[in-house]
C-alpha cells in the first residue's frame, strides 16, 4: 500500500510539475470571470430583484404584471408567453409552499457555470490520454518497469492519479466558481431553498445539495470519458488516438445516441446513459423504459470492460 501511495504522489507530481497544467488551471479562473462579464455585458441574469419580508405580497404583484404583459405584449409573441408563465409557475410555488425567494445569489451563479465542466473534461481527456502512452514516446516506461512492482500497481497509480487530477480539477473550478460569485453578487443565506424543474414538475432543494448533485453528475460524466481515454492510451500507445478519440465522443457520443433513440438497443449505448442528470429533469433519457439504476448498471458494465482491457493488454505486453 505504501508503494502505491508513493507511485500515485509521484504520478500527480509528474503532472502538477508540467506548465501546461498550470495554464488550465488559469483557463478556468478566465472562463469563470469571463462567465461573469457576459452575464454583466448580456443582462441576461436579474441580479438587481431583491425581496424584502413582505416578499408574499411582492411575488403577486409581480404575478399580476407578468399577466398584464402577456395580455399586451404577449399575443402573437410565444417567448413573452412562455417566459412569463414560467416566471408566474415559479413565483406561485414559492407562495404556495412558502418559500422566501431570494435575488440571483453566488449559488445560481455556481449552478449556471456548469457549462465550464466541459472544459474540466479536455484537460483530464488530455492528462488521461498522455499518462501512459507518454512513458513509451519518452522512454521511460522501461525504467518504470524494472522496478520490484508489479505492472499492475504501476497501471492502478496511473489511473488513481487521473482520477484524482479530476477531482481536483472539479474542486478547483467550484472554488473559483464560488469566490467569484460570492464578490459579484453575495449570499443571502447560508444553504438557501431553491426552486429546480424536476421531471413531475416545480420542486425546491438547498442550494448546497443541488450544486453537490450537478457536479457529482458532471463527474461521472468525466471519469467515463478519462478511462475510455486511459484505455486507449495504454493500449495503442498513442495520446493523439486517445485524446482525439475521446474529444469527438465528448463532443458527439450524447447526440449521437440522441439520433438513434428510435431504436430499442440504443439504450446500451453508453453515451445515452453517461448523464444521469437528466432523469432529474423535465426532458427524461432517450428512451422511456430506461431508469436511473439501469443506466448506472450499463456505466458499470462499459467500465469494467475498458479497465479490465487495459490491464489485459499492459500486463502482458513486451517492452522492446
Known sequence: MTKLFDLVRNELAKIYVLKSTWVMYLFLVALVIFSLIMN?????????????DDWKTELQE????????????????PFIESTNMSLIEQNTYHLENDIRPYGYHAGNFVLDNLFTTSLVSLFVIIIAGGIVANEFRWGTIK????????????????????????L????????ASIIVGLIAYGLPALNPEIIVTRPDGMSSNGMLSEIVMQYGFKVLNIIVLATFGFMISSIFRSSALAIGLSMFLMFVGTTAAQAMAQYAWSKYILFANTDLSVYFTPY??????????????????????????VWAVFTKRDVA
Open 40 to 52: 454583466t455585458v448580456t443582462d441576461s441574469v436579474d441580479s438587481e430583484t431583491t425581496y424584502s
Open 143 to 166: 525504467q518504470l518497469l524494472i522496478r520490484p512492482i508489479s505492472r499492475s500497481t504501476i497501471l492502478l497509480s496511473k489511473y488513481i492519479a487521473v482520477l484524482l487530477f479530476t
Open 168 to 175: 481536483f480539477t472539479l474542486l478547483f473550478l467550484l472554488a
Open 284 to 309: 427524461g433519457p432517450i428512451r422511456e423504459e430506461m431508469t436511473v439504476g439501469f443506466s448506472v448498471g450499463v456505466i458499470a458494465v462499459y467500465m469494467v470492460i475498458f479497465i479490465i482491457a
Open 62 to 77: 409581480e404575478n399580476q404584471t407578468l399577466m398584464e404583459e402577456i395580455e399586451t405584449e404577449g399575443e402573437g409573441d
